[in-house]
């Protein structure tokens, strides 16, 4: 679903996903009937709309057009929908047909939307790491989080911005239909499955890519490639051909951050995503990521994520579990 002013890739990405999806599944089951069926609808009077890209779209109906069941719906972010030009019409059917729809989701700022008919009362919610704040005060009621890709709290999804709608689309595929297919439409589409960093809007690898120095931009690779190393800011700085003292003055001022902070940071990404993906023990995960051993990995996760490895790990396989009994 959007509005006037639609942000293009907040439509299409989506859209590609579900798409590409059943493409490859009709591939390997020739004959069987399509996993998805996409429609776009407006929340306008009109089917068609202008992007805020300058694309015209013709939708395939209004909302006011919508017939039959709706298995989920997302709704994208856009002009219209930022500053609450949607007619209250369309927000009043939404309200309405929600509670009838298997699950409500939303992309970059199309939560304003579900904010607005009232469906992330009470919630868990995030957005556009920039509409946050708005957020908070549209829907006074919702738990707003500025940090993950995307959020799911019962039936009702919220993601990022922008591209995070295609990232919220795979995890759908994935409920829907195992995680080998949802693979398979990743690579397809050259994206991750999971992005590197867990569920994080801002990744320490992506805040490095910010400064303008390319030294410190190489330094990310580097330090990802050598976690299980004692990453001292000499060491650091002897990458980058600096002096320590000059090293660590440039980098806090940069990255508004100690470089310190900045490698906790990346050993605790890359140890979430072994923790969610491989079998490894919890020895090994700590030593390949440079903690020393599992009580210093424990408290750091204690410390930054206010949960231990073990129960990170357990939450996680619990969530993937539920999501695979849904799709069989």
């Given at each position: ?9 907040d ?97 970059c ?30 829907a ?11 959020v ?5 999804y ?21 995680s ?15 992005r ?63 470089p ?39 408290n750091?996760f ?13 939450h996680?396989?619990h ?10």
């Open positions: 679903m959007a509005g006037p002013g639609v942000e293009i890739l439509l299409v990405g989506p859209l590609q996903v579900f798409a590409r999806a059943s493409e490859m599944h009709a591939t390997e089951n020739p004959g069987s009937p399509p996993i998805y069926s996409m429609e776009v609808a407006t929340v306008s009077s009109r089917p068609s709309l202008i992007a805020n890209c300058g694309l015209r779209i013709i939708a395939d109906m209004t909302f006011r057009e919508v017939r039959g069941k709706i298995d989920t719906l997302l709704v994208a972010g856009g002009d219209a929908i930022e500053q609450n030009e949607i007619n209250s019409d369309a927000v009043r059917w939404l309200k309405r047909i929600s509670p009838r729809i298997r699950r409500v989701g939303s992309v700022t199309g939560a304003m939307l579900l904010a607005r008919a009232g469906l992330l009362d009470g919630r868990r919610a995030t957005t556009h790491w920039n509409w946050c704040q708005t957020l908070m005060k549209r006074p009621r919702a738990r707003v989080d500025s940090d993950p890709i995307f799911r709290d019962e039936n009702i919220t993601s990022a911005g922008v591209t995070a709608g295609m990232d919220l689309a795979l995890a759908l595929v994935e409920e829907d239909y195992g080998r297919l949802a693979l398979q439409v990743a690579r397809n589409l050259v994206l991750y499955l999971r590197p960093g867990g569920q994080s809007q801002f990744s320490a690898a992506l805040s490095l890519q910010l400064t303008d120095r390319k030294p410190l931009r190489e330094l990310e690779t580097w330090v990802l490639g050598n976690l299980h190393k004692p990453l001292t800011v000499p060491l650091l700085a002897q990458r980058v051909a600096m002096s320590p003292r000059n090293f660590a003055r440039v980098f806090t001022k940069e990255m508004k951050t100690t310190a902070k900045f490698v906790e940071r990346l050993r605790v990404e890359a140890a979430r995503r072994r923790l969610e993906e491989s079998h490894n023990s919890m020895e090994m995960i700590a030593d390949e990521c440079g903690f020393g051993n599992v009580n210093s990995m424990r750091v204690q410390r930054t994520l206010k949960i231990a490895p073990g129960q990170y790990r357990r996680f396989r969530l993937k579990h539920s999501a695979q009994k849904k799709s069989n």
